[in-house]
């Protein structure tokens, strides 16, 4: 037994609307005590009970600790030459995984698995408590199942994204690639991953093939996801619906259909803004989506091709400037939106018997995240009841 007591908080954004006024559920000068890994209370500061351990908030403003729902975590080298190239005036083609799969397929166990650590633990320095990992840059049986075990090796919300792209050896067979995702590759990543994906869009996957896999993921005891409309409409957040998918990503280029089938079906939309930002590309339309009622999320999408950062906060940052959701919305979404896309009662919420992540800002209100964009608010940072960073 070892509990933590969190005190002199002076805004503590629960995310329980029981705890406190709003969907954000904030407190003022309040505290929070960790026990064996979960909350065990939540109050007033001048009411809390004693603790093994005590962290002292100063006054500082604390979140849940942010819920990063889609990653690509996995792989060896960087596309900074095309990346430079983009922002002189060459649009985002989906065939630059290629280039990340041919340096991951040459990279050792040793390198990818360091490689994913340093962007982990870039990400838990940054408020980051839960996160999702893809495989994806393999696209062989053996190197889609060594990702997913170094995956693994980083979190339990772990997805088979072997239908990234077409890979260069099937060229014109695409049947054939599909054959193997839904065959051999999948029974070999399974045991390894909790979610299937598949990236539904002109130059990766039409509609046929990501019914296909989804279809074979889910036999297999899967949970779906999907990446839908990233660079044009397409079937993706439709499919993502007709599968009972727990999210579809991106959701950059949204029709009316696709807002009323996400929201009937339940679907989380995850909003990636980032990737927007490093493609020089449109936004997606948030408030489409809020004002029909539907549930969203806010992730990084962190890859090496479209989005290389590790930043919640800068997610949020753009989420508010160039999204036009509130601050609140925007919190809500990178915490508990991330934990509904994920399936996950346990995190993205600050009440008894949820883990105990809470991320501590340089700060007095969570507005700062959205306020002092690229500023490092994050200081201090407890996972599972444990002062981490
Ligand atoms: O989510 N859209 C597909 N996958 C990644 C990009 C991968 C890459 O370009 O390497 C994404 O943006
Ligand atoms: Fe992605």
Redesign the pocket.
């Known amino acids: 037994m070892s509990s933590l007591l969190v005190t002199g908080i002076g805004e503590l954004v629960t995310n329980d609307p029981q705890a406190g006024p709003g969907p954000l559920g904030i407190l003022r000068d309040a505290a929070l005590v960790a026990e064996d890994g979960q909350v065990a209370w939540v109050g007033p500061a001048s009411a809390a009970p004693a603790a093994d351990a005590v962290l002292d908030a100063a006054g500082r403003a604390t979140v849940p600790g942010f819920v990063d729902s889609h990653s ?1 975590l996995v792989f060896a080298g960087d596309r900074a030459a095309e990346f430079e190239a983009r922002m002189s005036g060459r649009a985002y083609a ?1 065939g ?2 290629r280039t ?1 799969v041919a340096a991951t397929r040459a990279a050792g166990d040793e390198q990818l698995a360091a490689g994913a650590a340093r962007l982990a633990a870039e990400m838990l320095r940054q408020g980051t408590t839960t996160i999702e990992v893809k495989s994806g840059y393999g696209l062989t049986v053996a190197d889609e199942r060594r990702s997913l075990a170094v995956a693994q090796g980083l979190t339990p919300e772990t997805t088979f994204l072997g239908a ?1 792209v077409v890979p260069a050896e099937y060229a014109g067979d695409v049947a054939g690639y599909v054959d193997l995702v839904t065959g051999p590759m999948l029974a070999a990543c399974a045991p390894y991953a909790r979610w299937i994906d598949v ?1 539904v ?1 002109d130059g990766a996957f039409d509609a046929e093939a990501a019914r296909a896999v989804l279809a074979a993921g889910t036999a297999a005891g899967l949970g779906a996801r999907v ?1 839908a409309s ?1 660079l044009g409409p397409g079937p993706g957040p439709v499919l993502a619906a007709e599968a009972g998918a727990a999210s579809a990503d ?1 959701c950059t280029h949204l029709t009316g259909t696709d807002v009323d089938a996400l929201r009937g079906a339940g679907v989380v939309a995850t909003l ?1 803004p980032a ?1 927007e930002f490093s493609t020089r590309s449109p936004y997606p339309d948030a408030r489409a989506l809020l004002d029909a009622g539907g549930t969203v999320a806010l992730a990084t ?1 962190c ?5 290389y950062t590790t930043s919640m906060p800068f997610v949020i940052a753009l989420a508010v400037r160039e999204m036009r959701m509130t601050p609140a919305e925007a919190l809500h979404a990178a915490t508990a939106g991330g934990a509904a896309a994920l399936r996950r009662p346990d995190v993205g919420i600050l009440r008894p018997g949820a883990r105990a992540d809470v991320a501590l800002l340089d700060a007095p209100s969570f507005v700062h995240l959205a306020y002092r964009p690229g500023v490092p608010l994050v200081s201090a940072v407890v996972r599972a009841g444990r002062h981490v960073v």
């Open positions: 690509h989906a630059g995984i990340t990234h990236f869009e990446h990233q991106h990636l990737a999408d890859n090496p091709g479209t989005s």
